[in-house]
């Protein structure tokens, strides 16, 4: 038979030991790769397989680290994210994509709409703290691409368009006589003295949220509290890669850079939660809320926001503050309660630009 010959004999060889290559790569040293998520063989797998079975395999297979490298090498080497909510800039910088955050930077969606409500809103707020005293200040972490937009390919730039929701927002809520801090021109400006966004992440680095901290502190007329970046931030170095690369499949130890927070940066000692404040959160809710007594004078902060001051912000607050607490936004839903019961000196609202529109029915305008 043909298949005997000698030098096809050699190719089966071959064929065989390529099959068996990931079975191998079950027991061999691999490259850092993005975590699994589902890590044990699901019970009575055999019932339904194609359901219980399929996400094992696809995220335990051998060689799993190596491939899905050299995957992300051939997607950058011809610019191509697939379906991954990831743009692909000049110099490395990656944005994300998801919840029409590029189509909003570009102009090219426009929520009327949502954005009036977000401006209904915030002039509630502004009534009915300012009914106590209470300070309302806004301000909006602006999309990586809409400071960096020098990065973004030249399609993207050629659709361009004006309004954009940030222009909206940045307009009509001074003419509400809402406290509104414009971030962009302060990040823009901020880029001559090093990053302000992370290359491989959808986040801001530890320099923009202090400086963005530092434009709250300023519009909430404390500019006392602000935080010298000399004294809080490190050298830039580098650190492990972001977010955006784990989309598409790449995990380094050292694949982006960023400054070191230190000092008032740092989480602070001494903390007492403040219990019976702050809504509960949900089972595996990454936006779990908190509320602190800091133990030392200043006034009482109230967040509202997301990631960009979850994690980055704390420690700011906790040096600055004799109470702060965090709480999301919810896109305008957000519990109002617990501002209530907070009772705060200041309450900084600050979504994300791709969160700025409100969706579903605001909270805020429930408000008595």
Known sequence: ?????????WWCAVFFAVLLLPTIGLFTPD??????????VPPLWWARATERLDPYINDNYGLRGLIMAANASFDRMVQSTGKRPVLIGSDGQLFYTGEGALDQTLGRVFRRGQMEALTRVAARMRDVLGKDGVKLVVLSPPNAQTVLSDHLPDWALSERRTPTEYDFAAETLPEQGVTF???RPVMTAALAGGPVYRKTDTHWNSRGALLAFNAAMDAAGLPDLRVDPAQALGPLQKVPTGDLSRFLGESKASGDVDFPPRGAMLPQPGLKPILGVMPPSPPNDPFESYAYDTGHAGPRILVIGDSFTQHFWPGLLASRTSAFAWTHHRNCRFSWSAVERFKPDIVIYVPVE???PCTGTPAGLAMD
Do not use: G, K, W
């Open 1 to 9: 038979m043909p298949l005997l010959f000698a030098y096809r004999r």
């Open 31 to 40: 490259l850092p790769a993005p975590l699994r998520t589902v890590r044990a």
């Open 181 to 183: 801090v414009d971030l």
């Open 354 to 356: 791709r969160s700025l």
